[in-house]
């Protein structure tokens, strides 16, 4: 089993910044692949970010290209999301999620294992 816990959620102004954490432990050696997503109530689970194998691949929504960047530190078993910029679009519950697959996938149905989510909230 691998865990996950996010954190570094919080309220924010428009044009600001968060950077979010996932501390992953367990069986980590099968994952190849971490990605964030975020949800509204009464919406699907929108992919944010991934990163893949060896941190060398990444995948980004259009909507947060340019602002938002995923990354993973090894040694400490965290992948973050640093996020500026931000809009009130941006607004939800971040959720980071592990796959055990080759490629990065935009698809929920795809990850294996998620944590508890952390709210961010851009005021406008």
């Known amino acids: 089993q691998v865990q996950l816990v996010e954190s570094g959620g919080g309220l924010v102004q428009a044009g600001g910044s968060l950077r979010l954490s996932c501390a992953t432990s367990?069986?980590?050696?099968?994952?190849?692949?971490m990605a964030w997503f975020r949800q509204n109530p009464g919406k699907e689970r929108e992919f944010v970010a991934g990163?893949?194998?060896?941190?060398?691949?990444?995948r980004y929504a259009d909507s947060v290209k340019g602002r938002f960047t995923v990354s993973r530190d090894n040694v400490k078993n965290t992948v973050y999301l640093e996020m500026n910029n931000l809009k009130p679009d941006d607004t939800g519950v971040y959720f980071c999620a592990a796959a055990e697959r080759a490629l990065i996938y935009f698809s929920a149905q795809f990850y294996n294992y998620w944590g508890q989510g952390t709210q961010v909230t851009v005021s406008s």
């Open positions: 990163l893949g194998t060896g941190n060398v691949f990444t």
């Open positions: 367990g069986r980590t050696s099968s994952i190849t692949v």
